[in-house]
Nanobody, 123 residues
Framework: QVQLEESGGGWVQPGGSLRLSCVASGFSLEYYAIGWFRQSPGKQREEVACISSASITTTYADSVKGRFTISRDNNENTAYLHMNNLNPEDTATYYC????????????????WGQGTQVTVSS
């Protein structure tokens, strides 16, 4: 079965950290760019970070630059999102998506999506 599965979400206090994982099964992540997206109620989906298939290029939303780091391990068929210094505005459901372009991430053209993992930042 072809799927992406996120994990690692949860509740954390402001200033805390989490690491999200995105594991692929049924296909090889090495041929895809991986994007992390987030959405919270009443807000538009936001692309948080993107990493190219060979990890040469990474991009970040301005809202997370300097706090989040995207990475991947193609041998493990897994991508990660390391999130530091979290604040309440980071509260959302986080999704990973696989884009066949290899170098760019687009919600509209991603082939596979995970089911999402909830991140809640509050005191």
């Amino acid at each position: 079965q072809v799927q992406l599965e996120e994990s690692g979400g949860g509740w954390v206090q402001p200033g805390g950290s989490l690491r999200l994982s995105c594991v692929a099964s049924g296909f090889s992540l090495e041929y895809y760019a991986i994007g992390w997206f987030r959405q919270s109620p009443g807000k538009q989906r936001e692309e948080v970070a993107c990493i190219s298939s060979a990890s040469i290029t990474t991009t970040y939303a301005d809202s997370v630059k300097g706090r989040f780091t995207i990475s991947r391990d193609n041998n493990e068929n897994t991508a990660y999102l390391h999130m530091n210094n979290l604040n309440p505005e980071d509260t959302a459901t986080y999704y990973c998506a696989a884009d066949p372009s290899r170098n760019y991430c687009s919600a509209d053209y991603s082939d596979y999506w995970g089911q999402g993992t909830q991140v809640t930042v509050s005191s």
